[in-house]
């Protein structure tokens, strides 16, 4: 038997929904590259083709939106928590499957993908409303996706904010097999639901190494504060044992093309950040480069994905569950693929304890 504590190096899946080459730094997902799904898709497309990838067909996202904010009232007090990752986990558990309303998991997989990814976003902007004392406000089910997430989110979306957050929400809505997918697809191999699915993998997303990265990135930011303090503070953090945010990446070898995809995207709203956040990737990637020069480390997604939200107006708190909200319609698509494999994920463990005498 092999051991991969990682699992690096093991194949778990066939997939039709995305593909992720490290070596070139290139991303295509369902069959389009991600530059060119970012420029010309909108969510609702993009969604319904990982959908369409994964063997299923998506239902419309502004009734679900509707859906779920009718759902609100009953959330008890998922959306009082501190954190907008576990109150979107506490609000994705509360759609049990009564099949009464469409804001409530039906345990068809296609009806409650639509439910989950329409709720997401009503969930995550709720949850920033009532934690800056104010009052959520609903959705509009005429709008797009991305548009009435910052709208609700913010009170406001101009066409190039909610222009910016979409391509976003594209770059995000599938990656391999990343840790949440995964975890999805194991959840989804033991013949549960598609909620319990989704459940699980907003708690893998939640972790710091995975999509918990651009709220320190943007705390990074800014207690470095301009170009010229960059390389002390970045020796400083190395020197502290701590990794920097933003930059590494499992499977990349070279600059994750998404970076590139926001970098650019980020461009039109003139954020006052992006000047210094490229000025903080050229003295990471320097330091990196002296420091593990057998080890190529450049900057991930994370990296602009701070400037990027942050400029458009949305508050850190809510970062790592923006991700989540791009995110839900390829896990839901992953659910969907994985249920046709139909066999349960039970890799083997090594016992290396005392054994009875
Ligand atoms: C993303 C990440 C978890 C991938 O890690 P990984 O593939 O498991 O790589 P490893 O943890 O094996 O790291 C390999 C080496 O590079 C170093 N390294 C990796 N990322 C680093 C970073 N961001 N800053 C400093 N050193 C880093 C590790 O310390 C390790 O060094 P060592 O061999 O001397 O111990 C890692 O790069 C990281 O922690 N990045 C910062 C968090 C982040 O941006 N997350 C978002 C990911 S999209």
């Known amino acids: 038997m092999v051991t991969s504590s990682g699992l690096d190096s093991v194949v778990f899946a066939d997939t039709a929904i995305s593909h992720v080459d490290g070596d070139a730094g290139r991303l295509v997902i369902a069959g389009f590259d991600v530059e060119q799904l970012a420029t010309t898709c909108s ?9 369409e990838a994964g063997g299923g067909e998506l239902g419309m996202l502004g009734p679900a939106r509707v859906a779920a904010w009718q759902m609100l009232p009953q959330l008890g007090d998922a959306l009082a928590a501190q954190d907008a990752m576990d109150a979107l986990r506490a609000a994705l558990a509360h759609m049990h499957s009564t099949g009464r309303s469409p804001a409530l998991a039906s345990g068809d997989d296609l ?45 406001a979306a101009t066409d190039a904010t909610a222009r910016a957050l979409e391509a976003y929400l594209v770059t995000v809505i599938d990656h391999g097999m990343n840790a949440s997918t995964f975890t999805a697809r194991v959840i989804t191999s033991t013949a549960s639901d598609l909620v319990s699915a989704t459940v699980g993998a907003v708690g893998a997303l939640k972790g710091p190494l995975h999509g918990g990265a651009p709220g320190p990135v943007l705390d990074m930011l800014d207690a470095i504060g301009e170009p010229a303090k960059a390389e002390a ?15 590494g990446h499992r499977i990349y070898r070279v ?35 002296e420091r ?14 701070a400037v990027l939200l942050d ?14 909200v791009g995110r839900m319609a390829g896990w839901c698509a992953h659910v969907l693929e994985q249920r046709r494999v139909g066999r349960l994920v039970r890799p083997a463990s090594r016992y290396v304890g005392p054994m009875p005498s």
């Open 111 to 155: 009806r409650d993908a639509v439910a989950v990814i329409g709720a997401a976003p009503v969930f995550v902007a709720a949850w920033g409303r009532l934690r800056a004392g104010k009052t959520p406000l609903a959705p509009d089910p005429a709008a797009g996706q991305a548009a009435d997430y910052l709208r609700m989110s913010t009170g």
């Open 43 to 51: 969510y609702e497309d993009a969604a319904r083709r990982v959908i």
């Open 311 to 324: 400029a458009v107006g949305l508050p850190r708190e809510q970062f790592a569950a923006t991700f989540a």
């Open 292 to 305: 593990k020069p057998d080890r190529p480390l450049a900057a991930n997604v994370e990296f602009y994905t």
């Open 255 to 289: 600059r994750d093309p998404r970076a590139a995809v926001l970098e650019t995207a980020v461009k039109p709203l003139a954020s006052p950040r992006l000047e210094l956040a490229r000025a903080v990737e050229q003295a990471a990637a320097k330091i990196l480069r």
């Open 233 to 247: 503070w970045l020796l400083g953090e190395l020197a502290a044992g701590r990794r920097i945010m933003g930059m």
